[in-house]
């Protein structure tokens, strides 16, 4: 069974940063893209980038690119988000997704999402 | 970027009616291998998105049939042939054809 745990609830400071995590389980981990979708507070999805495990090889929406990192490591099976210095608009409910084999028929597995809260 | 217009914004339904949901994109989503990448999700209340249908009319494993695509170009539809209880939620459609992949704003669908 494919399966996709992610951190649980985040709360930081404006400036501080952050480490989310994806633990991707049930299928060869580096053979599939996987993917971060941001969920601002009642906003929709918006696809912030990709990355091949395989390579560790990312590709960024312009709109997230320089904000955030994506990042791999396929020995622990596991993608992850991290943002250098937060904002109060990164407030969001992020999740890591897995692309199908196809990888523009979009993302088949989601994670249960990590809410992150940026206030001072 | 391509651009995802859904509509209508708000769905009210009638128990064991059918609804139909809009998704027009800027520009045309063939990608160069022949396919057409346009995917729908749901979003129930307090869930993560599911994916239901891709390449525009595929179901996913486990999908009600009473869920269909169809659409070409730019002009894509999902229709519901008879809402249940459990259908209401937010649906999106996404584009997978130019990156960065793009959704709609979203389709909220409650029972009248």
């Known amino acids: 069974e494919v399966q996709l745990v992610q951190t649980g609830v985040e709360v930081k400071k404006p400036g501080e940063s952050l480490n989310i995590s994806c633990k991707s389980s049930?299928?060869?981990?580096?053979?599939?893209?996987i993917g971060w979708v941001r969920q601002a507070p009642g906003k929709g999805l918006e696809c912030m980038g990709i990355?091949?495990?395989?390579?560790?090889?990312?590709r960024y929406s312009p709109s997230f690119e320089g904000q955030v990192t994506i990042s791999s490591d396929k020995s622990i099976t596991t993608a992850y988000l991290q943002w250098n210095s937060l904002k109060a608009s990164d407030s969001a409910m992020y999740y890591c997704?897995?692309?199908?084999?196809?990888?523009?028929?979009?993302?088949?597995?989601w994670g249960q999402g990590t809410l992150v809260t940026v206030s001072s | 970027d391509v651009v995802m217009t859904q509509s209508p914004l708000s769905l009210p339904v009638t128990l064991g009616q059918p609804a139909s949901i809009s998704c027009r994109s800027s520009?045309?989503?063939?990608?160069?291998?022949?396919?057409?990448?346009l995917s729908w999700f749901q979003q129930r209340p307090g869930q993560s998105p599911r994916r239901l249908l891709y390449?525009?009319?595929n179901r996913d494993s486990g999908v009600p049939d009473r869920f269909s695509g169809s659409g070409s170009g730019t002009d894509f539809t999902l229709k519901i042939s008879t809402v249940q209880a459990e259908d209401v939620g937010v649906y999106y459609c996404?584009?997978?054809?130019?990156?960065?992949?793009?959704f709609g704003q979203g389709t909220k669908v409650e029972i009248k």
């Open positions: 997704a897995r692309l199908s084999a196809a990888p523009g028929e979009g993302f088949d597995y």
């Open positions: 049930g299928y060869s981990f580096s053979n599939y893209w």
């Open positions: 990355i091949y495990p395989g390579d560790s090889d990312p």
């Open positions: 520009q045309g989503l063939v990608y160069s291998d022949g396919n057409t990448y």
């Open positions: 390449r525009v009319s």
């Open positions: 996404m584009q997978g054809s130019q990156w960065p992949w793009t």
